[in-house]
């Protein structure tokens, strides 16, 4: 069946301008998370939905960080302002409920780049 | 509070030789344990799990991982290298009784195999 899928794949924007990246996840997951990869860095994560319910949001960076999820289903990740240090590639990941609740799937990925 | 590291950010080998990842994590509760595997350009991609049972897991391409409570460890071996091993390796760890924030990555080894 179909992956998780994000959208762009790449994004390339004005320091100041604001970016919306967005994340399909896999039909019937209920857990779906945004992590950001800096260049040659970990995965640092930003924020987990259950359903449409955002029971956590510590890893948002800042205020001009924020996202939703609509329908259980999409999520849009939207970074206003946009600075340089903002450059990463975004990704989206889901995971099904019950027993496999524990597994990421992983999308593709959107990389941002801020001039 | 949960925690990961990897030794070594870059590893290489030889074709056909030995392959050895090294993970260590901090845990107040009995994990679950997880590799996951990065190609250029790609999201993540899951290589094997451990949640309970069988201290010994296998995994896709070869590869498997021993969880060994007395040593805080989930080192990721392959008995030998192939060219298309070579990508970004991250150990995980999650509370099993929880998931979002409780969910981390260590910061990845990068994995080069030498002709």
């Known amino acids: 069946g179909a992956g998780v899928s994000q959208s762009p794949s790449n994004k390339v924007t004005e320091k100041g301008k604001d970016v919306e990246l967005r994340c399909d996840p896999i039909?019937?997951?209920?857990?779906l998370y945004w992590y950001r990869q800096s260049l040659g860095q970990g995965l640092e994560f930003l924020i987990y939905f259950q359903g449409n319910s955002a029971p956590d949001k510590s890893g948002l960076p800042s205020d001009r960080f924020s996202a939703e999820r609509t329908g259980g289903s999409v999520s849009t990740l939207t970074i206003q302002r946009t600075q340089q240090e903002d450059s990463a590639v975004y990704l989206c990941?889901?995971?099904?409920?019950?027993?496999?609740?524990?597994?990421?799937?992983f999308g593709p990925g959107t990389r941002l780049t801020v001039t | 509070a949960q925690s990961v590291t990897q030794l070594g950010s870059h590893v290489s080998v030889s074709e056909g030789a030995l392959v050895l990842l090294r993970c260590n994590y901090s845990s107040s509760v009995p994990p679950y344990l997880f590799w996951y595997v990065q190609y250029p350009n790609q999201g993540l991609q899951l290589l094997l799990k451990?949640?309970?049972?069988?201290?010994l897991v296998k995994g896709i391409n070869g590869f498997e991982a021993e969880f060994k409570k007395s040593e805080t460890s989930f080192h990721l071996t392959k008995p030998s290298a192939h060219m298309s091993d070579a990508a970004e390796y991250f150990c995980?760890?999650?509370?099993?009784?929880?998931?979002?924030?409780?969910?981390?990555f260590g910061p990845g080894t990068r994995l080069s195999v030498l002709p």
């Open positions: 039909s019937g997951h209920t857990a």
């Open positions: 451990y949640t309970t049972g069988a201290t």
């Open positions: 990941a889901s995971s099904p409920p019950g027993q496999g609740a524990h597994e990421q799937y």
């Open positions: 995980a760890v999650s509370d099993p009784g929880n998931y979002g924030q409780n969910f981390v």
